[in-house]
Each structure stands twice: as C-alpha cells, then as structure tokens.
C-alpha cells in the first residue's frame, strides 16, 4: 500500500482495521464480501494501493500490473465459485452518475441470478 489515507474505508478493511468477510487475497488485491449483496454471490475485488477511481488509478505507472492482478484474482474466485461456467457480471461504478459510494477503486462481481440489461 502507498499511503495511509486514514479516512478511506477500503484502505481500513485492507490495513485490518474494519472487520470484512475475507474470500481471497493476491499479492496487490483482497477480495471480500459486498455488506449489501446485491445476488447470491456480490464480491468487492479491491487493490492494496489507494486510488479514487479508475482513472487516476491507470495514472500510476505500474497500473497495467495491477489491473491484471485485480482481474485474474476476479476470475480466479468467479473459477473457484463455478460461475465461470454459469456466469457472472464485473462492474466498476465510477463517480456520481456511475453510481460509485466509496472512494477507493473496486471490482463488482455479481453472480447466482440473470442479471437484467440495461443497469438502473
Ligand atoms: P460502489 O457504490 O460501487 O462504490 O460500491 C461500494 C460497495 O461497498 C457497495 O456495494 C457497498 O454495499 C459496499 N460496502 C460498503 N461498506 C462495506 C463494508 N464495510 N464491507 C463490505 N462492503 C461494503
Ligand atoms: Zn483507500
């Protein structure tokens, strides 16, 4: 993790300090329960390193590397749970209009129910 960012609540459930339901972790990412599950299966795949948003996430240098361990830890699980096979849906809420509530980059995974099309 770069820096402490003491307010941020993502930064807190990586650092320990806020209790999570823990279903995986990889060098750079964690991935947890949703609080609000959202479908049967509502996991957060979250980067050690703290950034707002997508954005000024792909703004570090090292992004790349870590993009991919933020999704290959995504599908490693989604493999784990079989919902590789029945499907599942990846989500990034970015700002106000996208929908996004906490201000630390996160990966929705959504699975165990059809998921409708277009989003609300
Ligand atoms: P977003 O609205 O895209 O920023 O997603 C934030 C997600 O974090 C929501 O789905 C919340 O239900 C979830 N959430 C908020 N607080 C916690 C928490 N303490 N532990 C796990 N998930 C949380
Ligand atoms: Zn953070």
Do not use: Y
């Not at 209790?19 to 329960?33: H, K, M, N, Q, Y």
């Not at 809420?93 to 906490?102: I, L, P, R």
Request: one cysteine or more; a negative charge.
């Amino acid at each position: 993790m770069s820096k402490a960012h003491p307010g941020c609540l993502f930064c807190r459930i990586l650092r320990g300090e806020i209790p999570a339901t823990v279903l995986g972790r990889s060098e750079r990412s964690l991935i947890i329960a949703d609080i609000a599950p959202q479908a049967p299966l509502h996991a957060l795949v979250i980067p050690a390193r703290h950034a707002a948003d997508i954005g000024e996430f792909m703004a570090e240098s090292d992004a790349d590397a870590e993009l991919a361990d933020l999704f290959a830890l995504a599908l490693a699980f989604a493999k784990e749970k079989n919902i590789d096979r029945t499907g599942h849906r990846l989500v990034i809420n970015t700002g106000s209009d996208g929908g996004q509530t906490v201000g630390h980059l996160h990966l929705h995974l959504l699975a165990g129910r059809p998921m409708g099309w277009p989003p609300g």
